[in-house]
């Protein structure tokens, strides 16, 4: 799976980075041996550790038990989505109040049912309202829901209701995590402090390089103004104020239907495939080559992002062999700053167009 966080990642230490006394240690290793962990068995070992580090830290019962439930509902989570790697997924943000008289449920449904004729999964927050009108657009099979336990009466949609893939959380932040973790791209619809919260979210942490970069597109009913409404409040007091730069707009668009909805995200994975980093290379992964032409045109638009040397092309680093599935797609390697991500979309943008 993609590196999700966007951070670094090296060759997989041989043992484990941490460590407690050596009797402990060997009891660790041999615990993790006898049951026979085959994959990553040292990172295994660093949880059982940690675990054990807690204990002498002589935690209070509360944060024992926060701890312990969110490993267990993000243990729980991951094993549901494993099952799915091989599709790609969109994750639908809107209102649990719209009713399905209103407009922009029927482009939510109609927005979602388009995605998976595109051999896409749909995830929704497994509500109802904009999340109950994308779950019925793409269809139970093809369909995500991660609900939130919430102190009044909180049911799932009859559409993903008592399914495997229905996963229930206690705390928005893991399910908040999942979301980022598990998507594609994001589509968000008119909503309210949740929906805001999450698209916010989401675009905080590909704007401060803590998340992939992924399309995010803004849908609304036939001629609404809500979209239009919030990015007047962007661009009228958080640009004006100097609090995000021209560039953070490149990291969403506001789109008018959901043809050009669905031809955003189409597009933006049309040559971009996935990236990765190494170390401080960025890894570009593509589905085809470009011409070298194309590549002296991306060095002279996006220099400013480069920190050290040039954007080349080439196959894949030694680093993501544990990557076999897309071992032989081409690569553009590069050093930037980590800084401007912004820009990282544009590149993107620009390399989808190369290529098309």
Request: aromatic share 10%; hydrophobic share 40%; proline share 4%.
């Amino acid at each position: 799976m993609e590196d999700f966080t966007a951070g670094a990642t090296h060759d997989q230490p041989a043992r484990r980075q941490s460590s407690i006394d050596t009797p402990f240690d060997a009891r660790v290793r041999q615990l993790v041996a006898d049951w026979g962990a085959e994959k990553s068995p040292e990172l295994i070992e660093e949880m059982i550790v940690t675990a054990l580090k807690m204990a002498r830290d002589k935690m209070g019962t509360a944060d024992l038990k926060l701890m312990n439930r969110s490993l267990k509902e993000m243990r729980y989570a991951a094993k549901v989505f494993s099952g799915y790697r091989q599709f790609r997924k969109v994750c639908v943000f809107g209102s649990a109040r719209t009713p399905p008289s209103e407009a922009q449920y029927h482009v939510a449904e109609e927005f979602a049912r388009e995605m998976v004729a595109h051999d896409y999964m749909v995830i929704t927050g497994g509500g109802e309202g904009i999340m109950g009108a994308a779950q019925r657009g793409a269809g139970r099979e093809h369909s995500f829901g991660l609900n939130i336990r919430l102190p009044f009466e909180q049911h799932a949609n009859v559409t993903i209701e008592g399914d495997p893939k229905l996963i229930t959380f206690n705390y928005f932040f893991t399910r908040k995590l999942n979301f980022v973790k598990e998507t594609h791209a994001f589509a968000l619809f008119p909503g309210g402090f949740g929906t805001m919260d999450e698209g916010f979210e989401a675009l905080t942490l590909m704007q401060t390089g803590k998340a992939r970069i992924i399309p995010v597109v803004l849908l609304d009913r036939p001629g609404g103004t809500y979209w239009q409404t919030w990015m007047k409040f962007l661009t009228e007091h958080l640009f004006k104020f100097g609090y995000v730069d021209s560039d953070d707009f490149h990291l969403f668009k506001v789109v008018p239907n959901v043809a050009e909805a669905v031809r955003e995200i189409l597009h933006f994975y049309s040559v971009y495939q996935s990236s990765r980093w190494v170390g401080e290379q960025l890894s570009i992964r593509l589905s085809q080559k470009l011409s070298r032409a194309a590549l002296v045109e991306l060095n002279q638009k996006f220099s400013d992002i480069v920190r050290t040397g040039e954007i080349v092309q080439r196959s894949a680093l030694r680093q993501e062999k544990n990557e076999p599935e897309i071992w032989d797609l081409p690569r553009l390697v590069l050093t930037p700053h980590r800084r401007s991500f912004g820009r990282f979309r544009q590149l993107i943008d620009a390399i989808n167009a190369a290529g098309s």
